[in-house]
């Protein structure tokens, strides 16, 4: 090729470069066309009800300010009747009938990992965005060690290997630290989610092993001595044999890994009749989140410890928190910790779309919006900081998982009065939380025994 031919070329290509850069410059983001998000859940129940009605509060809230990039958001309701396979006959109507490209289920582990496996084969044709509230690491692990088969696939809460450390750990460090204790009860509820809690857990994965030290070693890593351990089966009814134990075995304080599959109202109603009433009771969760927990024990919370999701008055993390409690308050609905995230996961899948189309990208491309959703933070969570609101980079083992929240306990000390007993000083809220958040809130010295509020 001559010179003068090889410099016309060299010209061409730079006019073509250029021109293609000025058309791409110049051209407007693609319009999104459509946002539907389907709900799949067990309306029936009281509970559950409340996760699926925090999604559409915050539905109804995003249309009334103008909808995501000027769309409204289609919501539609499936009842899977807390069944497997009524989840995944829900999932292939709300996916491949309605055309759902989110998908919001309320439901155990196993409901879940059940719609990663249909949603695999689902995906390529009705590409979509799956989302869950729960703990079993086994969905995390799995879009590690299988991005391409389950990048759709979000848990829109922390992995059981990260809360299941983090939480009883700051809680430990406030027994031993804060309220001057050394011996201690742990009974754990006996299923899946607590494996780890109880056996402990190993996990070899493309970015590293996870590891999680069950409970016992946590607390004597900490300095406690676990004088007495046990399981809870699930749907157990009758306490009073391990609140003696407790007691027989000279606790000082019982830590209750419970969910809602422990019935922590009848256990807390025993405890205060029992003899192990004078011993510090703390429960993990369940509805003793909900300030409700008094009226539902009738008064036999007292002195009881957990952590509140529904307060009033609770400490705001961002704007959304406390309008978000008194709006579900005013439905007549108690807002548990599942209801905050579902609520947030909805404001999380419209800044990923915002995020997608000012990038001048496709808000449609749902393989866009996921690589958005791994990336940008949630500013309007209402549990988490925004800057910790992020589900993660594929490099991390908590990737399309939020991290988990340290502890805080709130003391039941009356009728609609809590007071929050964590210290400041707690070196795994001291890592999560800003100091002068840690120090306008949190007031150790405010809890009392459980017979002091008793009075005897």
């Not at 256990?267 to 011993?279: C, E, N, P, V």
């Not at 707690?426 to 002091?452: G, S, V």
Request: charged residues 20%.
């Amino acid at each position: 090729m001559s010179r003068g031919a090889l410099a016309a070329l060299v010209v061409l290509i730079v006019v073509i470069v250029g021109l293609s850069v000025y058309l791409s410059i110049g051209r407007p983001a693609p319009k999104l066309q459509s946002v539907k998000i389907a709900l799949l859940y067990d309306p029936t129940n009281p509970v559950l009800k409340g996760e699926g009605e925090a999604a559409k509060l915050a539905i109804e809230e995003i249309n009334a300010g103008g909808g995501i990039l000027g769309v409204n958001v289609e919501v539609r309701t499936w009842n899977t009747m807390r069944t497997t396979e009524g989840a995944l006959a829900a999932y292939r109507e709300a996916v491949m009938d309605w055309g759902a490209q989110y998908v919001l289920l309320e439901g155990v582990s196993e409901e879940m990992l059940a719609l990663m496996e249909e949603g695999k084969t689902l995906y390529p044709q009705y590409p979509h965005v799956l989302m869950y509230c729960g703990m079993a690491g086994e969905v995390t692990i799995k879009v590690m060690e299988n991005y391409d088969k389950y990048k759709f696939a979000f848990r829109i809460f922390d992995a059981d290997y990260d809360a299941n450390v983090a939480r009883p750990a700051s809680l430990f460090w406030d027994v031993k630290n804060s309220f001057g204790l050394n011996k201690i009860a742990i009974l754990i509820e006996d299923a899946a989610w607590t494996r780890g809690a109880r056996e402990g857990l190993r996990v070899e994965t493309r970015y590293g092993t996870v590891v999680q030290k069950p409970l016992r070693e946590i607390a004597k890593d900490i300095g406690l001595e676990v004088v007495y351990e046990d399981r809870i089966p699930v749907g157990c009814k009758e306490f009073l044999p391990y609140l003696e134990a407790a007691k027989a075995k000279g606790a000082e304080f019982i830590f209750v890994m419970s969910s809602w599959y422990t019935d922590t109202t009848t256990l807390t109603k025993q405890w205060a009749a029992s003899t192990a009433r004078d011993i510090y009771l703390a429960l993990y969760g369940g509805p003793n989140a909900w300030m409700a927990f008094w009226q539902l024990t009738g008064g036999a919370a007292l002195g009881v410890l957990s952590p509140i999701t529904d307060f009033e008055n609770l400490p705001s993390l961002s704007p959304y928190t406390q309008p978000f409690i008194r709006k579900m308050h005013e439905r007549g609905l108690r807002p548990d910790g599942s209801a905050h995230y579902y609520y947030s996961a909805v404001y999380h899948i419209k800044d990923a779309i915002e995020y997608v189309h000012d990038q001048g990208k496709d808000p449609n491309d749902i393989n866009e919006v996921i690589k958005a959703l791994e990336k940008v933070p949630c500013r309007e969570h209402t549990l988490l900081l925004a800057e910790r609101a992020v589900l993660g980079l594929k490099e991390n083992a908590l990737f399309h998982s939020y991290p988990a929240v340290p502890l805080s306990l709130y003391q039941f000390q009356g009728p609609d009065q809590v007071v929050l007993v964590s210290s400041p000083d707690n070196p795994y809220l001291r890592a999560y939380y800003p100091p002068d958040f840690l120090q306008q809130y949190y007031h150790p010295e405010l809890i009392k025994t459980p017979a002091q509020l008793r009075g005897s």
